[in-house]
């Protein structure tokens, strides 16, 4: 496989932040500057969730409402990364978040990638509590 790559997740306090970061590395990495990269995210108990997505080009950006306001997303080329910055973190934030994509350069809004049709990461928890 060609595996993407989380990180950056963690336990903080309601109010605080988080930068999570994807990429693809290792032996056979491919350059996510191509693609349409899209943050899911999973909580205990409940369906996958769309939270963000930016396209190839950073043309395009979209977030959920849920976290509209409080999330940015961004690349860094040169690193061959996907951040996820997360402030004013809630409870209800808690989830596995997971980056995927699906090889199409533009996002689809309120889109999830297909597993088997695309590439995801192994995910990383994040988890929001006092």
């Known amino acids: 496989q060609v595996p993407l790559v989380e990180s950056g997740g963690g336990l903080v306090e309601p109010g605080g932040s988080l930068r999570l970061s994807c990429t693809s590395s290792?032996?056979?990495?491919?350059?996510?500057?191509?693609?349409?990269i899209y943050w899911i995210r999973q909580a205990p108990g409940k369906e996958r969730e769309p939270v963000s997505c930016?396209?190839?080009?950073?043309?395009?950006?979209y977030f959920a409402d849920s976290v509209k306001g409080r999330f940015t997303i961004s690349r860094d080329n040169a690193k061959n990364t996907v951040y996820l910055q997360m402030y004013s973190l809630k409870p209800e934030d808690t989830a596995v978040y997971y980056c995927?994509?699906?090889?199409?350069?533009?996002?689809?809004?309120?889109?999830?990638?297909?597993?088997?049709?695309?590439?995801w990461g192994q995910g990383t928890q994040v988890t929001v509590s006092s």
């Open positions: 995927a994509t699906d090889f199409i350069p533009a996002c689809a809004r309120d889109h999830i990638p297909g597993s088997d049709s695309g590439f």
């Open positions: 930016i396209s190839s080009n950073d043309a395009y950006t």
């Open positions: 290792g032996a056979s990495p491919f350059g996510l500057q191509h693609y349409a």
